[in-house]
């Protein structure tokens, strides 16, 4: 499906997923599972979830401040200029033991600005990519 960015059901429903997968991460305790998909320690794990439940929440929370113009830049004579416009596609390869957490912050923002997204042909069958899926087909 291919959005505009004008097309505020598409940004609604990417609101609603994004919110849909934080509160899955939070109410879903299976660690063991996780850490076992991901060769990570509780404590990577444990922080993975919780990045990524406030990265999934802080792009939908500020879907109803995206305007274009001039941002505040943070060295000196820089100027960052924001459009609020669909990009096209945006390409995320993530590490492993981290996979969820680099993914939401590659294509968080993103896929609230109304940009289209898709899940790859063989989604590995793990229990981040059950969640993610969860909250997209609900």
Known sequence: MLSTPRSAPTRLGAVISHLRAAALLTTEQDEGRRSDETAATDVVVQL???????LLC????????????????????????VEREVQGVVFSIALWNASLLLTIRAVGHAIVCGNAVGDPQLWPLVWYGQVVRSSLLA
Do not use: C, I, R, Y
């Open 58 to 81: 802080t792009p939908a929370t500020l879907v109803t401040e995206l305007k274009g113009g001039d941002v505040p830049f943070a060295h000196t004579g820089g100027q960052m200029l």
């Open 48 to 54: 993975n979830t919780n990045l990524s439940t406030e």
